[in-house]
T-cell receptor, first 114, second 109 residues
Framework: GAVVSQHPSWVICKSGTSVKIECRSLDFQATTMFWYRQFPKQSLMLMATSNEGSKATYEQGVEKDKFLINHASLTLSTLTVTSAHPEDSSFYIC??????????FGPGTRLTVL | DAKTTQPPSMDCAEGRAANLPCNHSTISGNEYVYWYRQIHSQGPQYIIHGLKNNETNEMASLIITEDRKSSTLILPHATLRDTAVYYCASGGGADGLTFGKGTHLIIQP
């Protein structure tokens, strides 16, 4: 089946630094990828839609200048959390759209900001 | 985007069928219904999805009401390894998914 990977699986950083998270579709090409965030004991919330070769579209309330998304190829999307603060600590999960309606999710990245 | 609601928790005896309900009364005509499950600190695992018709695969069955306002995920013979949080979601295509708050399914031995 289709596999999506994320790197790193976890990261700890100091407040004020930037962190980049990679999302890769390993055995298929994905024109569209999505980024979700999940706080402890809560559901997944869509942050943004990443389209290859164009600007990402962000959900209401998500700051595009803080969460920079780049989708430079059909197999890679990156999310950079800029000037991270403790409230940005969360589980960040990406998904990639396959040929049909199915979305394949990555294993997630646990971000802890000290 | 459709709002999905799910019961927060359910118990089911091992070997019995687990029936998980989801309400999505505001789903639009082109939005799919998806089911995923998540075990602590892992990414969501795809189970099944459908648009109008009932669907079945090796993991589960999905029953969608005719008016599409609700659906039921059926795990036919639950095992202890099926204990997880099950999420109902709507959306699909070029749109991201709107997740419900999830049902914590506990399989009892």
């Amino acid at each position: 089946g289709a596999v999506v990977s994320q790197h790193p699986s976890w990261v700890i950083c100091k407040s004020g630094t930037s962190v980049k998270i990679e999302c890769r579709s390993l055995d298929f090409q994905a024109t569209t990828m999505f980024w979700y965030r999940q706080f402890p004991k809560q559901s997944l919330m869509l942050m943004a839609t990443s389209n290859e070769g164009s600007k990402a579209t962000y959900e209401q309330g998500v700051e595009k200048d803080k969460f920079l998304i780049n989708h430079a190829s059909l197999t890679l999307s990156t999310l950079t959390v800029t000037s991270a603060h403790p409230e940005d600590s969360s589980f960040y999960i990406c998904s990639a759209l396959g040929g049909g309606a199915e979305q394949f999710f990555g294993p997630g990245t646990r971000l802890t900001v000290l | 985007d459709a709002k999905t609601t799910q019961p927060p928790s359910m118990d089911c005896a091992e070997g019995r069928a687990a029936n998980l309900p989801c309400n999505h009364s505001t789903i639009s005509g082109n939005e799919y219904v998806y089911w995923y499950r998540q075990i602590h600190s892992q990414g969501p695992q795809y189970i099944i999805h459908g648009l109008k018709n009932n669907e079945t695969n090796e993991m589960a069955s999905l029953i969608i009401t005719e008016d599409r306002k609700s659906s039921t995920l059926i795990l036919p013979h639950a095992t202890l390894r099926d204990t997880a949080v099950y999420y109902c979601a709507s959306g699909g295509g070029a749109d991201g998914l709107t997740f419900g708050k999830g049902t914590h399914l506990i399989i009892q031995p």
